[in-house]
């Protein structure tokens, strides 16, 4: 049932920038909110952002997230490589009635 | 201290039924929407199902509609899974979340289940 859509992986250097995108539609990322989560192996999702934009406390400003349109970016500078996880986008589907997740990008940083 | 501890996981035949429990901790439960999400081994995040505060509204994943039932008793500080007919697609790690999307999100830790005969 996901219909959103991440890159399967992306990397970069440490100190460098990347950015992961998430890509839906009208009935989803084009009407509500989108959030982002973050996963390291064998541990619980952590939510990185949401409302497209806002951070939780304790979350550093290094993540940032933004909406256009149907699509969602999050944005992650300064590199560490404790920053190697899984990243998920998520947001509410009105036809469907359900939440969404992407499916998933595995960041490395080399 | 913020805590959600989920038990009720393990194996199961399929076709099998099982109850996840998810005890709140350190918050108010009444005040949250509660969300179940799993995960498959080595595969990505799938929402299950959510309840409002109340329990007046329920919303579900279409593979487990007419399967799953998710309720709650406030005044136990408690949520639950139950699951029924279980397939071996339904093996996964279930996490039990409050305020998934909002400022106050928090997860469990998970529970396990597995469905194998």
């Known amino acids: 049932q996901s219909v959103l859509t991440q890159p399967p992986s992306v990397s970069a250097a440490p100190g460098q920038k990347v950015t992961i995108s998430c890509s839906g539609s009208?009935?989803?990322?084009?009407?509500?909110?989108v959030s982002w989560y973050e996963q390291f192996p064998g541990t619980a999702p952590k939510l990185l952002i949401f409302?497209?934009?806002k951070r939780p406390s304790g979350i550093p400003d290094r993540f940032s997230g933004s909406k256009s349109g149907t699509s969602a970016t999050l944005a992650i500078t300064g590199l560490q490589t404790g920053d190697e996880a899984d990243y998920y986008c998520?947001?509410?589907?009105?036809?469907?009635?359900?939440?969404?997740f992407g499916g998933g990008t595995k960041l490395t940083v080399l | 201290e913020v805590q959600l501890v989920e038990s009720g996981g393990g194996l199961v035949q399929p076709g099998g039924s099982l109850r996840l429990s998810c005890v709140a901790s350190?918050?108010?439960?009444?005040?949250?929407?509660m969300t179940w999400v799993r995960q498959a081994p080595g595969k990505g995040l799938e929402w299950v199902a959510n309840?409002?505060?109340?329990?007046?509204?329920?919303y579900y994943v279409d593979s487990v509609k007419g399967r799953f039932t998710i309720s709650r008793d406030n005044a136990k500080n408690s949520v639950f899974l139950q699951m029924d007919s279980l397939g071996a697609e339904d093996t996964a790690v279930y996490y039990c979340?409050?305020?998934?999307?909002?400022?106050?999100?928090?997860w469990g830790q998970g529970t396990l289940v597995t469905v194998s005969s």
């Open positions: 409302d497209n934009n």
């Open positions: 350190g918050f108010t439960l009444s005040n949250y929407w």
């Open positions: 009208s009935s989803n990322i084009g009407n509500n909110h």
């Open positions: 309840i409002k505060q109340d329990g007046s509204t329920k």
């Open positions: 998520g947001a509410w589907d009105n036809s469907l009635s359900a939440l969404l």
């Open positions: 979340a409050r305020g998934i999307a909002t400022a106050t999100s928090y």
